[in-house]
């Protein structure tokens, strides 16, 4: 036998461990049935495609991904293809939430029923880009599905994106639990093919915990969320936005302990505008990453949207030879 692990830490403490083992416990089974489901659609969608290689240049170029002398690989064609899927089915849940707060925004049964699904898709994405916002979820997403297709396949395999869409869609919790990270951790067995390397997320959660623990930042008013407008979380690379997740999640146990100690009652919904819209910073070389990053942090709570989120894709490489993040050592900002 092992001896069992023990951690050391104040009262509260034990009441985040106890809240977040019951909602692991609550949605785990619900959790997993959600990545399979969404998995399955990928795939699908990933291999009817397939017999196209001029399909997975065109993904490629909306995502960002340069293969080797400017050419993919067969490996990296189906990486880019699994990625463009999960680009198309992040777009697709995040869009039937809109709907429910936007009536310009078609829903995905509309989708569904419409002739041309395809010309759906592209019409609505692009109204919200110009007509809305939410560029860094909605602009990659456009791309990709400007270069689909039309092959009765590939239509099909849509259609059962938007099927698989619903389905997330009928279990909410699952949204709220860095859903689409997961399966892009699941789908990227060719991660280190495209040199990107992913955080698992206990360790984001204990990196998170322990650098936002109040008691290193004595100074800090987490109750006063005009005070927190002024702090800001970074992540230079950030990937599918993993680490930030867990900034929320951190920032957000802070909040409502300061809250409740000092008799307030909490308001969530105004701490996730100021986490999205002011703290939590990200930025990536990968389009396709800022735009999951950018859908995550959004469906942390998906009854409040916030258009603007500080979230940017930066240049790497081309003719100005671009560093990405790395020109951040140069000044507070990085050239367009």
């Known amino acids: 036998e092992t001896d069992p692990d023990f951690s050391e830490g104040l009262p509260h403490s034990l009441g985040d461990a106890l809240r977040r083992l019951h909602e692991d416990l609550g949605h785990e089974k619900v959790l997993e049935k959600s990545v399979a489901t969404i998995h399955a659609g990928i795939e699908e969608f990933a291999q009817s495609v397939g017999d196209q290689p001029a399909v997975a240049e065109r993904f490629a170029a909306s995502l960002g991904i340069i293969g080797d002398q400017g050419r993919l690989s067969d490996r990296q064609r189906l990486a880019v293809r699994r990625i463009s899927g999960l680009v198309i089915a992040n777009a697709l849940i995040f869009q039937e939430v809109l709907s429910g707060t936007d009536a310009r925004v078609p829903t995905l049964q509309a989708i569904l029923a419409h002739r041309d699904t395809i010309n759906a898709l592209r019409a609505a994405w692009r109204m919200i880009v110009e007509d809305i916002n939410y560029y860094p979820i909605f602009h990659i997403a456009s791309g990709v599905a400007e270069g689909i297709s039309r092959q009765a396949d590939v239509t099909a395999a849509l ?20 859903l689409m990270g997961r399966i892009y951790h699941r789908l990227l067995t060719e991660a280190k093919h495209l040199g990107a390397y992913y955080t698992s997320i206990p360790a984001a959660t204990l990196l998170l915990k322990l650098a936002l623990e109040p008691g290193r930042w004595p100074n800090r008013t987490w109750d006063d969320l005009d005070d927190l407008k002024a702090f800001t979380v970074a992540d230079l690379a950030c990937g599918t936005g993993t680490l930030l997740m867990a900034a929320a999640d951190a920032l957000h146990d802070n909040y409502v302990h300061a809250s409740a100690s000092a008799g307030e009652a909490p308001d969530t919904n105004a701490l996730h505008e100021v986490l999205l819209g002011s703290v939590l910073h990200g930025y990536d070389v990968l389009p396709s990453a800022v735009h999951l990053t950018a859908s995550t942090l959004a469906l942390r709570n998906p009854e409040v949207m916030v258009q603007h989120p500080e979230l940017y894709s930066l240049p790497l490489g081309g003719d100005a030879l671009r560093l990405g993040s790395i020109e951040f050592m140069g000044g507070e900002a990085v050239p367009a």
């Open 159 to 178: 259609h059962g994106l938007v099927t698989a869409a619903l389905r997330i869609l009928s279990e909410r919790s699952a949204l709220r639990h860095d």
